[in-house]
């Protein structure tokens, strides 16, 4: 269910100066994009993919085993002469390329992996041999090892699979030009004959195309199995997940502080500044009430005046904090009375998106901040503010057709909002 609000009739005489909004685009008849592949496609697609990798997987498997056993015994052997020792760093160094193109390989597949990082050399003579006591680097290297024995077996299966699967369902048409006579595993099992020798060559070809995707698919995983037992390090890996997660939180929480500060900032340099003028005006109206009445009556229509104002900029700042329609009515009525409080002709279209009370306060926040900045800087004559759910996550556009020039850059209005949102961008 969306909810749609155009705002056609402004409350303020300036919007008339304003060109009539445009038309809402409706979603709804556009027509459907597909969103993924028949399954025939995406099991051909998968099939392709996984075989490619594992091909891939052998080549480079080979070519990295080679030069590093090259360069390891090289380098072993010349320990005596130190120089050995830069050329165990180059070793290490392209076991960490394999590795880096094994998890590109994987990736293809669909196999994601976490990324090591590895220190920089640094300068002087034990800053060019840091990689060597780095743990990660040597896994690296026993991973080279294990993935060319791994990497032969099912290369070999995979081409059992697949060109043995195309080869028996084939059989009865290429089998005319072997040599005779052609006696195969029928006739020693005692089926001797042409028929028995097709009909077992194609069931059995028939059987491996039919387990071909399974096949490959398992020998993919197997390979991703093995990267990750040796090619993942957890405790960087985690120690850089927490470092963001940590920088994340503090932005979020520096974003609370800062709208906490503005927010008391904005309450004594208004409001409190009026109930203070309130006081003193009901205080002169006290005691002239007696001796000038009508003097009396002007300090109370000023106080009543003053009390009005403190209640509207109160009202002003509690948008920015959470308003009662968004607890009541929820995050699409919420950005609604948003819009229509704007003195731009702002069109909404919301979609119902199920979200914690935190995650719809942060979204209202950045609606209100996104008005506010719009307009106090844009000079637009109409905005529109959309709401899409994707998925479990709710994507917010907010655009206009104002001047431009905003900016992510500190002290730009955007950064807040980044900063505001940063503990919700974590997955």
């Not at 402004?10 to 993924?36: N, W």
């Not at 099939?47 to 030069?67: V, Y």
Request: hydrophobic share 45%.
């Amino acid at each position: 269910m969306n909810n749609s609000y155009v705002r056609d009739e402004p409350a303020d005489e300036v919007l008339d100066l304003y060109g009539v909004l445009p038309e809402r685009v409706d979603i709804a008849h556009q027509p459907a994009r597909p969103t993924e592949n028949d399954p025939v496609t995406s099991m051909i697609n998968g099939i392709g993919r996984n075989f490619a990798t594992i091909m891939g997987m052998f080549a480079l498997s080979l070519a990295a085993f080679i030069a590093c056993v090259t360069l390891f015994s090289l380098g072993v052997s010349l320990l005596v002469l130190v120089v050995g020792l830069f050329i165990l760093v180059g070793c290490l160094i392209v076991a960490g390329w394999a590795s880096r193109m094994t998890m590109a390989l994987l990736d293809y597949a669909g196999k994601t992996l976490p990324r090591t990082h590895y220190p920089a050399a640094g300068p002087g003579f034990r800053g060019k041999l840091r990689r060597l006591v780095y743990p990660q680097a040597w896994r690296d290297l026993l991973h080279v090892l294990v993935n060319f024995i791994l990497s032969i077996i099912t290369f070999s299966l995979a081409l059992t699979w697949v060109f043995g699967g195309l080869g028996g369902v084939t059989y009865w048409f290429w089998s005319q030009w072997l040599p005779q006579p052609n006696e195969g595993l029928p006739a020693l099992l005692g089926y001797p004959g042409r028929f028995a020798d097709i009909t077992f060559n194609s069931v059995a070809g028939a059987v491996l195309l039919v387990t071909t995707p399974l096949m490959l698919r398992g020998l993919v995983r197997l390979h991703g199995a093995v990267a990750y037992a040796l090619l993942v390090d957890e405790t960087p890996a985690l120690r850089q997940q927490v470092s963001e997660l940590t920088q994340s939180r503090t932005a979020a929480g520096e974003a609370e502080v800062h709208t906490l500060r503005r927010l008391e900032r904005d309450l004594h340099d208004g409001p409190q500044q009026r109930l203070v003028r309130l006081g003193m005006d009901l205080s002169a109206a006290q005691r002239r009430l007696d001796d000038d009445p009508a003097q009396a009556r002007a300090l109370l229509d000023e106080a009543m005046r003053q009390s009005q104002d403190a209640l509207a900029e109160i009202r002003t700042l509690s948008r920015g904090i959470a308003p009662p329609i968004l607890a009541e009515q929820g995050l699409p009525a919420a950005i609604t009375a948003l819009a229509a409080r704007g003195t731009i002709p702002t069109s909404v279209e919301v979609d119902e998106v199920q979200l914690s009370d935190a995650a719809q306060n942060a979204a209202y926040f950045v609606v209100a901040e996104a008005l506010a900045n719009m307009e106090k800087h844009s000079q637009a004559h109409s905005a529109s503010i959309e709401v899409r759910r994707l998925g479990a996550l709710a994507v917010i556009n907010i655009t206009d057709d104002g001047v431009g020039g905003a900016s992510l850059a500190k002290g730009h209005g955007l950064s807040g909002l980044v900063d505001r949102l940063a503990g919700w961008m974590e997955p």
